[in-house]
């Protein structure tokens, strides 16, 4: 059974802290570590993504945090703000999602207050 | 660039009916892929074509399908439709099958 568990569902952060959202999964021919942001009425939008030879990526306040023997990885954004409210979603794949595709975390609310 | 189109947004049916949604790559991208979202399952794969042909599917029965055709353009196509397939539908393109970009969705409600 392809899974992947994301935790918590929901998140408020004050402004400038670090929210941490965890992904746990289960197959091990995944290959592929997406994160996606979601806005209400809009499609989600990739974030930052990472392969399992490395065990950390930084792209501006996002960061991948990934353990391979752990079977996890976790999403740290630095310095948040009000702004980075929204709704976020890990996502797993072999082959890069394509032939067959994204299997998708339950999805964090995320709330960042003033 | 253009981004991922879908249409329409929004769309109401009722049960029984059937529905074609339309799905407009970036250019260039030849890989489409298409996610079922509602709240309670969250975002499902449905499937994905590569240069015209569907290289897998989810599990979704068969009153599910689609195509692509040469432009890369996609379709996808619910038949008897059914109340539980209210939901919003993604597609998502991409040229190597990794990064995949996703459009606004379209918001189908059978009633």
């Known amino acids: 059974q392809q899974q992947v568990k994301q935790s918590p569902q929901s998140l408020i952060v004050q402004k400038g802290g670090i929210p941490i959202i965890n992904c746990a999964y289960e197959n091990t021919a995944f290959d592929y570590f997406p994160w996606y942001q979601q806005f209400p009425g809009k499609g989600p939008a990739l974030l930052i993504a990472?392969?399992?030879?490395?065990s950390e990526k930084k792209e501006g306040r996002f960061t991948i945090s990934f353990n391979k023997s752990a079977k996890q990885f976790s999403l740290h954004i630095m310095d948040s703000q009000p702004g980075d409210s929204a709704t976020y979603f890990c996502?797993?794949?072999?082959?890069?999602?394509?032939?067959?595709?994204?299997?998708f975390g339950k999805g964090t609310h995320l709330i960042i207050q003033p | 660039k253009a981004g991922v189109t879908q249409t329409p947004r929004y769309l109401i049916k009722t049960r029984g009916q059937q529905v074609t949604l339309s799905c407009s790559p970036i250019?260039?991208?030849?890989?489409v892929s298409w996610y079922q979202q509602t709240p309670g399952q969250g975002l499902q794969f449905l499937f994905e074509?590569?240069?015209?042909?569907?290289?897998n599917k989810g599990n979704f029965p068969g009153r599910f399908s689609g195509r692509q055709f040469s432009n890369s353009r996609s379709e996808m196509n619910v038949s008897t439709l059914e109340l539980g397939d209210s939901a919003l539908y993604l597609c998502?393109?991409?040229?190597?099958?990794?990064?995949?970009?996703f459009g606004s969705g379209t918001r189908l409600t059978v009633v």
């Open positions: 996502a797993a794949s072999s082959a890069g999602g394509g032939a067959d595709g994204l299997t």
């Open positions: 990472i392969r399992p030879d490395v």
């Open positions: 998502a393109s991409s040229y190597d099958a990794y990064g995949y970009t």
């Open positions: 074509y590569f240069s015209e042909t569907q290289r």
């Open positions: 250019s260039g991208h030849r890989s």
